[in-house]
């Protein structure tokens, strides 16, 4: 009751015009930027900063809150209609949403986006009122042997994702895992890959990799099609959900909070992981397992809704324990301490103003970006009507701007068009390009987590086994695996029960 | 309308990018020190320490007059080696400087990189900041004395944790204490996070048997009591905090991370006596003195040879730490 109350008094202090006002700038820019590929919350916060000085905390964090959520937004709009992923996190979003606006669904691919948002927003939220103090000592619990199962059960999942061919999926994964170990070993300063080159060592950015393999990969593969197709525009649908849609992904747009905001809190977490999970459970439960890969509308609502509640998670460890948990929550601590303010356990005591305006002001951010996207959505899907050349020059600038943007470094453009031409490669020869992104993404933190543990452990195999989330989670992922196996043995007894008894 | 909408984007996107700069505009006031078209090199991303102490001094020397229109720029990797690399090649531009620390000393040469701080110009050191050695609220370990007997016993089996990969502060801290306790450094079993941040849960969840940080990521874990201070590297006792340096504790180790301002090689007698004026203007003013106090750095001001003095020393103290590791 207690927590309601402070949150009240939170809509008070986020409903006034100035706060709203920033919100209201938060969230368009957020939009923005995640529409953008490469230019992440993350970076826009931190550059936001030093203009932010001046401004109160409240509204300052307020905007940055609204930057935060309205990028997880943003970010799924490119993957949908143009395959070019703007966030990590909207990866997914590509792989059931792109054919939908292919076949002229995408209003509707990114309408279930906005409200999958929307409500895992708002579900992640409310968790966070209710759950913080619980979830920030669930968060503590966990270890490295833990995140470390955690990636097993993710990368078993993922190969239910690796399309009809296992070997070109698996293929397509080992070069994103290859991609992953450019760079620095995280636990020796040990150079890899990165042929005596500095710029490499840092290895090679997910949003490189991502806009690689995606936008210019498919802007080479249209450019060589384009004489032999019409260069005609792609058809632009209805523009709203119907009811069959609304159906179908109700219950995807309340399972995915669930998947994500645990995953939100977690060290090790972030949005990406849920967005796969969420993309596997939804196949698994859906009744249309046929449209699979051709656009499924639940493959969109679950992983965005999964991806905005993650949000929510975020801001749990952040506030709670001062525990960022992404590089967006990161640079939030620090603009935190830049305002004297000390994110951590006495936070919500001490500054039960800030901390509760800024929950509320996830609900009217929320809220706002509902009303801002949903209408957008038919407008966006116009876009496609841009004829193809004209269509993907833009990607093409996009793309280039987004890769020059993360490091400022002239050799990620060369890196750039360097995985553009294997994500034709790929194209050309059938390989899911997926497989690859999600690769680079998990390797570095499978690995990262598995010699941290064993290290902690000092070397002992047993120090992977000895706590009982990770032995839970190797079960789940023995059963997982052993399943097909199980139900065969399980229909053969049952069948020679059968036989005996007739 | 098909048109209007990306070109929106192209404009809020712009306004992201050159919002900051365009906002920050001195108020023009002719005192001497005035650099035009001076640029702040961060070799971190956005967002890290060197990157808030460049643009909280660029921010501060405007507001106080001294130059307008400072640009802070990123250009990150290897630790800050990537950033060193351009630094010492801009010979002779008197128009950059670089936000810098003990951690780009530490990648320098665990990078091997073939430029190292000696090729650039000292200008000043900024802020200090001593490491704190921290264990869990319900950690057997009640003082700093407990903690480094068992060390000594089992070194394997009792992980450090701390902040910066190796060669970085919170990787020199603890091995500095190791080789002050009689454990060869070798022997530490040292973990690397990502940053004090993602340290922590590892600390309180005693995945690490105790960790090394900034005092400044801890501060308020501490005084909650969710983190037990056992002891801080510097050689003074933290302000504000109860608990005993190393020295005191009877090991014989004098560590603070700190951060300061290097610029190219090759400046001419007044352009290095410009640069350095202005850094001198800078931690004089009343705005600087406010920013030292809400971001809780301590001053630790020194200029010219005596910071190229330290520099040196700073180098050769990572050096010998690196050698015994054998990186």
Known sequence: MNAFNSLMDGFGTALTPVNLLWAAVGVLLGTAIGVLPGIGPAMAVALLLPVTYGLEPTGAFIMFAGIYYGAMFGGSTTSILLNTPGESAAVVAAMEGNPMAKSGRGAQALAAAAIGHFAGGIIGTILLVALAPTVADLAVDLGAPDYFAIMVLAFIAVTSVLGSSRVRGLASLLIGLTLGLVGLDQMTGQQRLTFGSLQLADGIDVVIVAVGLFAIGEALWVAAHLRRTSGEAIPVGRPWLGKADVKRTWKSWLRGPFIGFPFGAIPAGGAEIPTFLSYVTEKRLSKHKDEWGKGAIEGVAGPESASSASAAGTLVSMLTLGLPTTAVAAVMLAAFQQYGIQPGPLLFEREPDLVWGLIASLFVGMVLLLALNLPLAPVWAKLLRIPRPYLYAGILFFAAVGAYAVGGEALDLVILLIIGLIGFGMRRYGLPVLPAVIGVILGPNAEQQLRRALQISDGSVSGLVDTPFSITVYAVIALIVLWPLLRKLLVRGRRSDADVKA | ?327
């Open chain 2, 1 to 327: 309308m098909r048109l209007r909408t990306p070109l929106a984007l192209l404009g809020a996107a712009l306004l992201v990018l050159a919002g900051p700069p365009l906002l920050s505009t001195g108020s023009g006031a002719e005192t001497g020190t005035q650099i035009p078209g001076l640029r702040f090199m961060v070799p971190n991303t956005p967002g890290g320490g060197y990157d808030i102490t460049a643009r909280t001094a660029a921010k501060n020397a405007e507001d106080a007059g001294l130059t307008h229109n400072i640009e802070v720029f990123n250009l990150p990797g290897a630790g800050g080696t990537v950033g060193l690399s351009r630094l010492v090649g801009e010979h002779g531009n008197g128009k950059l400087a670089m936000s810098m620390g003990l951690g780009v000393v530490g990648a320098a040469r665990s990078n091997d990189s073939p430029k190292t701080l000696a090729d650039t110009t000292p200008i000043a050191r900024l802020t200090e900041e001593p490491d704190v050695v921290v264990v869990a609220k319900d950690s057997p370990y009640k003082n700093i004395k407990q903690l480094i007997t068992a060390w000594k016993k089992n070194p394997g089996k009792l992980p450090v944790g701390g902040g910066s990969s190796p060669g970085g502060p919170d990787h020199l801290a603890p091995m500095l204490m190791a080789r002050a306790a009689g454990i060869a450094p070798k022997k530490v079993n040292y973990v690397p996070f990502d940053g004090g941040g993602e340290l922590l849960a590892s600390i309180l969840g005693k995945k690490v048997a105790f960790g090394v940080s900034g005092v400044g990521e801890y501060l308020d874990q501490i005084k909650s009591g969710e983190l037990r201070l056992l002891a801080t590297t510097g050689p003074k006792r933290a302000k504000g905090l109860d608990g005993p340096t190393l020295k005191e504790s009877g090991y014989d180790v004098d560590f603070t991370n700190w951060r300061g301002v290097v610029a190219p090689p090759g400046l001419s007698d007044a352009e290095r006596k410009k640069l350095t004026g202005l850094v001198t203007k800078l931690h004089d003013s009343p705005q600087w003195r406010e920013s030292l106090k809400t971001n809780g750095w301590d001053d630790a001001f020194l200029t010219g040879d005596k910071f190229g003095d330290f520099l040196a020393e700073q180098d050769k103290s990572v050096v010998s730490v690196l050698k015994e590791l054998g990186l």
